[in-house]
């Protein structure tokens, strides 16, 4: 259900700054807002409080925005609040996040490995994985995971490539235990 939220709320977004010409600021300022919404837990606990009414919710919300993002945005919020989402409100700005970088071109890759990579190998892995996919540009992020052993794991959205030695021990192990003897 939250899914389905996040999609008709995050779409109707996109929709919105496309058809305003507004894709780039509303992708800054909605980077910026995410920023400040989590720095603010206060605020989220007041727009979710089940005993203040929504029109107080909007008023404080107004007052705290008005004036430092845009009317789209601020709107845009007023709306999640008389339609009791604010408690989805992550959820919706990531999904028009990754809208926008779907739009752009943009590939979110993370890449795990057990020990950590030189810079050069990271420009290749980075221009390997533009030269195989579709993506004009590549945002990437490396974590490191011991247990790997050796190789890398990449992600990138929900496809996996994992060519670590962990998982092609694991592979060996299912199929010894296969054999019989």
């Known amino acids: 259900m939250a899914k389905l939220i996040s999609k008709t709320y995050g779409d109707a977004l996109f929709e919105l700054a496309v058809e305003k010409n507004k894709v780039d600021v509303l992708f800054e300022e909605i980077g910026q807002l995410k920023g ?3 720095e603010n837990d206060e605020f989220g606990r007041l727009m979710n409080h089940p005993k203040i009414i929504k029109e107080e919710k ?7 925005f008005e004036g430092r ?6 709107g845009f919020i007023t709306i999640i609040i008389s339609k009791d989402r604010y408690k989805d409100i992550d959820a919706i700005l990531d999904y028009f996040i990754a809208e926008v970088k779907r739009y752009k071109g ?3 890759a993370t890449v795990t490995t ?3 990579l030189k810079e050069e190998q990271c420009k290749k892995i980075e221009q390997k994985l533009l030269d195989t ?6 945002e990437m992020h490396y974590d490191l995971d011991k247990s790997l052993i050796g190789g890398m794991v990449v992600r990138i959205g929900d496809r996996v490539v994992d060519s670590s030695i962990k998982t092609k021990l694991n592979e060996l192990q299912k199929e010894l235990l296969k054999v019989q003897l």
């Open 58 to 64: 909007i008023r404080v919300a107004k007052n705290v």
């Open 114 to 116: 057990a020990v950590p």
């Open 133 to 138: 996919t579709q993506y004009t540009t590549m």
């Open 106 to 108: 943009i590939g979110v």
């Open 69 to 74: 993002i845009s009317d789209e945005l601020l």
């Open 36 to 38: 400040v919404l989590s």
